[in-house]
């Protein structure tokens, strides 16, 4: 049986800098993700005045400047590709007293960033954005008030934001969400004795004095894992694969989930917990694929892994229908469009939909070029389909992985079968 680790976890890895950052005192974190949107949050961090160490070590200790540490910066807040980076920020800095200007790549300018200035400007913060509602972003912090907020959209980015102003200004908050997101600030913010109490889909904050400081063992992304998973469940591995030390919180494993509704062999073995999150040994073999519906309410635990998921549809038995998923239009690209646009470019058959996509599997060698958009999910999807013996996929743009798993060809070409 191939075994092998994924990156670190990239929402752990986030959020592991930043409460760092944060804490009062001296914070390690191992098994950071060494990638362009962590580098981001960590430059955006030392321009606020934090002494982030080079990322490059197994371990990094930080030496945190406390909740009103931060300093004015003196440029503007880069974060590169990284919504994660933007939207977590904005509500730290919008409880800081400074000002800053947000700005990122191509790709992050467009992605909506009203649903973060709505909740901020609601605080107490002033908050500008472009006619467009992206990047670049001014956000001048202020003595904030607390909030309840009912959140229009399932976003832990926007829940984090509220969750980080209401920290950082010392103010209650409490966020009312359409459906349960994934819970990791909640799970850091406790670990490091702030009061985060969660009923239901109501998540709610209690000021705290302070932040400790706190130790972080990242565990590998399960994101990155499940196209592991998926290439295994497709037979393109030489057997059996087992991806050690996953995080398998449960607002992350949808795709797993699902995999196993298709008919792949999956477990997992070896279950603990690290830092208050759950992890295990994940083991994935293939099996007979048949196409299944995914639902509004399966979405938001897997809706970074949909484009593996519409690949792996591609080779199953029968339609697999998604709906619920409009999110995808303002990921990193217009992923619905994105998927359908390239299944049809290499000969599979998909349909798109105002919230999602219809794929029906077949047998037939898929063949063609596909456009990434500069996108690491789907250049990683349609490699691992790439990957399946008879298929022969061109990706436009293989290096921009990097946003998440830089070695991920290597690693592909040492799993798929010879």
Request: charged share 20%; proline share 5%.
């Given at each position: 049986?191939?075994?092998?680790?994924?990156?670190?976890?990239?929402?752990?890895?986030?959020?592991?800098?930043?409460?760092?950052?944060?804490g009062k005192g001296r914070s390690r974190v191992r098994g950071l993700l060494q990638s362009a949107d962590v580098h981001s949050t960590a430059r955006v961090l030392r321009a606020l005045g934090v002494?982030?160490?080079?990322?490059?070590?197994?371990?990094?200790?930080?030496?945190?400047?406390?909740?009103?540490?931060?300093?004015?910066?003196s440029v503007d807040l880069y974060c590169g590709n990284s919504g994660t980076t933007a939207r977590l920020m904005s509500g730290i800095v919008a409880g800081s007293p400074l000002w800053a200007t947000f700005t990122g790549d191509q790709s992050l300018s467009r992605r909506p960033m009203r649903r973060v200035a709505a909740p901020l400007t609601a605080m107490g913060a002033n908050v500008a954005l472009p006619e467009h509602g992206g990047l670049p972003m001014t956000i001048r912090g202020a003595k904030l008030k607390g909030l309840t907020w009912h959140s229009e959209v399932a976003s832990a980015q926007v829940k984090s934001a509220i969750l980080l102003a209401g920290l950082v200004a010392d103010v209650p908050v409490e966020i009312h969400e359409p459906a349960?997101?994934?819970?990791?600030?909640?799970?850091?913010?406790?670990?490091?004795?702030?009061?985060?109490?969660?009923?239901?889909?109501?998540?709610?904050?209690?000021?705290?004095?302070?932040?400790?400081?706190?130790?972080?063992?990242?565990?590998?992304?399960?994101?990155?894992?499940?196209?592991?998973?998926?290439?295994?469940?497709?037979?393109?591995?030489?057997?059996?694969?087992?991806?050690?030390?996953?995080?398998?919180?449960?607002?992350?494993?949808?795709?797993?989930?699902?995999?196993?509704?298709?008919?792949?062999?999956?477990?997992?073995?070896?279950?603990?917990?690290?830092?208050?999150?759950?992890?295990?040994?994940?083991?994935?073999?293939?099996?007979?694929?048949?196409?299944?519906?995914?639902?509004?309410?399966?979405?938001?635990?897997?809706?970074?892994?949909?484009?593996?998921?519409?690949?792996?549809?591609?080779?199953?038995?029968?339609?697999?229908?998604?709906?619920?998923?409009?999110?995808?239009?303002?990921?990193?690209?217009?992923?619905?469009?994105?998927?359908?646009?390239?299944?049809?470019?290499?000969?599979?058959?998909?349909?798109?939909?105002?919230?999602?996509?219809v794929v029906r599997g077949s047998d037939r060698p898929l063949r063609g070029r596909i456009v990434t958009h500069g996108d690491h999910r789907i250049a990683m999807a349609f490699g691992v389909l790439g990957a399946l013996a008879g298929n022969a996929i061109d990706v436009d743009d293989p290096s921009c992985v990097a946003v998440s798993w830089p070695s991920f060809w290597d690693a592909l070409a040492g799993l798929a079968r010879a």
């Amino acid at each position: 049986m191939a075994a092998l680790r994924v990156p670190g976890d990239k929402s752990i890895s986030h959020r592991a800098l930043m409460l760092a950052a944060l804490g009062k005192g001296r914070s390690r974190v191992r098994g950071l993700l060494q990638s362009a949107d962590v580098h981001s949050t960590a430059r955006v961090l030392r321009a606020l005045g934090v002494p982030i160490p080079a990322l490059d070590a197994d371990e990094l200790v930080i030496d945190g400047v406390g909740l009103r540490g931060l300093a004015q910066p003196s440029v503007d807040l880069y974060c590169g590709n990284s919504g994660t980076t933007a939207r977590l920020m904005s509500g730290i800095v919008a409880g800081s007293p400074l000002w800053a200007t947000f700005t990122g790549d191509q790709s992050l300018s467009r992605r909506p960033m009203r649903r973060v200035a709505a909740p901020l400007t609601a605080m107490g913060a002033n908050v500008a954005l472009p006619e467009h509602g992206g990047l670049p972003m001014t956000i001048r912090g202020a003595k904030l008030k607390g909030l309840t907020w009912h959140s229009e959209v399932a976003s832990a980015q926007v829940k984090s934001a509220i969750l980080l102003a209401g920290l950082v200004a010392d103010v209650p908050v409490e966020i009312h969400e359409p459906a349960a997101t994934r819970d990791h600030t909640e799970r850091m913010l406790r670990a490091r004795g702030v009061d985060v109490r969660t009923e239901d889909l109501v998540v709610s904050l209690l000021p705290s004095a302070r932040l400790d400081a706190g130790d972080v063992d990242v565990p590998g992304d399960p994101s990155s894992a499940a196209f592991v998973a998926g290439l295994a469940a497709l037979g393109g591995t030489r057997g059996a694969v087992r991806v050690e030390n996953v995080g398998v919180n449960p607002g992350r494993t949808g795709a797993f989930r699902t995999l196993v509704r298709m008919g792949a062999a999956l477990k997992y073995e070896d279950v603990a917990e690290q830092g208050g999150e759950p992890v295990a040994s994940i083991v994935c073999s293939a099996g007979a694929l048949r196409g299944i519906s995914i639902s509004p309410e399966d979405v938001p635990s897997l809706i970074d892994e949909l484009p593996l998921l519409a690949c792996v549809a591609a080779r199953a038995e029968g339609e697999t229908r998604v709906t619920g998923a409009a999110e995808l239009r303002v990921k990193e690209s217009d992923r619905i469009k994105a998927i359908v646009d390239n299944l049809r470019a290499v000969g599979a058959d998909a349909e798109e939909l105002g919230d999602g996509f219809v794929v029906r599997g077949s047998d037939r060698p898929l063949r063609g070029r596909i456009v990434t958009h500069g996108d690491h999910r789907i250049a990683m999807a349609f490699g691992v389909l790439g990957a399946l013996a008879g298929n022969a996929i061109d990706v436009d743009d293989p290096s921009c992985v990097a946003v998440s798993w830089p070695s991920f060809w290597d690693a592909l070409a040492g799993l798929a079968r010879a």
